[in-house]
């Protein structure tokens, strides 16, 4: 897989706030079909380097590769444009209202009712919930439920239906385990897979462990604003990482 | 594989959620029902069956809906316009002195002359609901203080422009629109019904409708997905302000005469009608049908109360009960939904 070349390469990045150095000559590559996890402690970078990635920072030194070109993303809807959908931990969908609006928010389509006056297209946006969904493996039945009534994972689900409606190769999920119980954390690893089948590209931020072994192809571990190694999981323990995360 | 669909025990739930979702309707039905035996055990005749009430309830209906309906988009949004009594206040006393001078002054025909003094209480409610806008929107005041200032704003300004009065109008054409019936039905019922399907499409079926219970849901997912949320503050506040515009225009052409207390009374009945809809004070639920619905139970509730003789001041109390009733019916309501609502 490391043969072609990579979706995403981030290239000796600096950011720095006022004196804090929350990243230092960071790189890390991402390969259509992979899986990196980003690891570290608090106050590691995680957060930074993939704000920065998704347009939310500028860095002050070094650059992002996407698709071999350079990028130099001004805000979050210029990476999304290009592909690059992040999911927060907040997930970010509007619980009152259904799979389809979700997806479509701020872009839904039109029809047009008696061939003149123009209405939301509630079936279009159903039927392609439906469908993408689908592609996640998660078969919605209720279609007009609004996401208040799923669970947990069921709207990370969503979340990242909407990312993949929207053609995003590369997904950046910030703690999508997090505050979610045992059934739904494997879930979501399920949606994580389904997505690497797909030929997507995915970082995500874990704090777990056993999160990271069971899907990662490869570990980036950052601390203090420093990545101190990069492990294939085959090739590391649950020990070496931990020693990679808190030093010493 | 994972399927999404409520777990087996829940179709009872969901029935229950139906009637709290439907209950506006279920207690306009009641209402007519209890009205409809007490006038026959009492008088011997019938209540809702009789044109005149039917007529008399619809025109008392008219000012508080058309407050209602513009204050139904801005509670989904999670906001609230306590503004809109005085901006009706206002578009009165202004539309009624529009149409005067327009008369009077200008010489105008009674036509052009009321259509002047319509469109002049409309476009001047536009001032509140931009500054409304501009406050929530622009400079983050929240809605309750931002447009309490409107309400002590506008309320000054329409004593100011009527000069502590009413502002008489004689002008046929504006008795007209006010008074006048086609088919039996009266012309400012006509024009709520029409605003009413307007306002219902305009929620239901547009992107528009859609921002609005984004936004009131969840604010941030709305800016995230591109939705310029500041822009669609301001319209909301001026969509509200419009409607009470609508309503203080028709009441001058009602009465021939402009009051800026003309909506005074209405602020609460705007409000209680779109909660009693359904609508949650938190943002994110509502529709119009069931605004019309609360709308029409207050109508009832002060009209049938007058109707079997009791005293009028139980109205208030009558009103208020059923404000908290529903409010209490909404939160039973989020508890069943799940209990996924911070509590």
């Known amino acids: ?248 | 594989m994972t399927t999404i669909t409520r777990s087996a025990g829940n179709g009872g739930r969901s029935v229950l959620m139906r009637i709290a979702e439907l209950r506006a309707w279920l207690f306009l039905v009641l209402l007519i029902v209890v009205f409809e035996v007490w006038a026959r055990a009492a008088y011997g005749a019938t209540f809702i069956l009789n044109a005149y009430n039917l007529q008399s309830i619809a025109v008392f209906s008219v000012a508080p809906l058309l407050l209602a309906l513009g204050q139904t988009f801005v509670i989904i949004s999670s906001g609230i316009d306590l503004s809109v009594g005085f901006t009706m206040g206002l578009a009165s006393v202004v539309a009624a002195h529009a149409a005067a001078l327009a008369g009077d002054s200008l010489g105008l025909d009674a036509l052009p002359a009321m259509l002047l003094g319509l469109g002049a209480g409309v476009v001047i409610a536009f001032v509140p609901g931009l500054v409304n806008g501009w406050l929530i929107a622009h400079l983050r005041v929240p809605p309750f203080i931002g447009t309490l200032g409107m309400y002590g704003v506008a309320r000054g300004a329409a004593f100011l422009i009527a000069g502590g009065t009413t502002v008489p109008v004689s002008n046929e054409w504006f008795a007209t629109i006010g008074n006048g019936q086609i088919l039996r039905v009266p012309i400012v019922v006509i024009i709520t019904a029409l605003a009413v399907l307007g306002m219902h499409y305009l929620l239901s079926q547009t992107r528009f409708g859609q921002h609005t219970y984004a936004v009131g849901a969840n604010r941030n997912a709305a800016i995230r997905a591109g939705i310029d949320v500041k822009r669609h503050t301001m319209r909301l506040y001026l969509l509200s302000a419009t409607c009470a515009g609508l309503a203080g225009a028709l009441y001058s052409a009602r009465f021939s005469a402009g009051a800026a207390q003309a909506g005074e009374p209405l602020l609460l009945d705007s409000i209680a009608a779109v909660v009693i809809g359904g609508a949650s004070l938190f943002g994110g639920s509502g529709t119009i049908g069931g605004t019309v619905a609360g709308a029409f139970v207050i109508a009832l509730i002060q009209y049938g109360l007058v109707f079997i003789d009791v005293e009028p001041f139980w109205q208030f109390v009558a009103v208020g009960v059923v404000i908290i009733l529903s409010v209490l019916v909404d939160q039973s309501q989020r508890r069943l939904a799940g209990g996924r609502q911070d509590d």
């Open chain 1, 1 to 248: 897989m490391t043969e072609t070349a990579p979706l995403l390469s981030v290239r000796n990045i600096s950011k720095r706030f006022g004196g804090v150095h929350a990243l230092e000559g960071v790189s890390m590559e991402l390969h259509a079909g992979e899986v990196v996890a980003l690891a570290g402690d608090n106050g590691a970078g995680k957060s930074t380097l993939i704000k920065a990635i998704s347009g939310v920072h500028r860095c002050d030194e070094g650059e992002i590769l996407f698709d071999g070109g350079r990028v130099d993303f001004a805000t979050p809807h210029d990476a999304r444009a290009c592909g690059i959908e992040t999911i927060y931990q907040d997930l970010a969908l509007a619980d009152n209202l259904s799979v389809g609006a979700n997806i479509f928010l701020g872009r839904e389509p039109k029809a047009r009712l008696f061939g003149f006056l123009p209405v939301l297209d509630r079936r279009g946006m159903a039927a392609a919930a439906k469908e993408t969904m689908a592609l996640l493996d998660f078969h919605v039945e209720r279609l007009e439920a609004p996401v208040s009534t799923f669970s947990g994972g069921q709207r990370q689900a969503v979340a990242i239906g909407r990312a993949i409606h929207w053609n995003a190769k590369v997904l950046i999920m910030d703690e999508p385990t997090a505050a979610l119980g045992v059934p739904e954390q494997r879930k979501v690893l399920a949606l994580i897979r389904s997505l690497k089948a797909q030929g997507r590209g995915v970082i995500f931020i874990s704090h777990n462990l056993a999160d990271i072994f069971a899907v990662a192809d490869r570990i980036v571990v950052l601390r203090r604003g420093i990545k101190t190694g990069e492990r294939r999981p085959g090739e590391t323990t649950s020990d070496e990482i931990v020693k990679l995360m808190v030093g010493g």
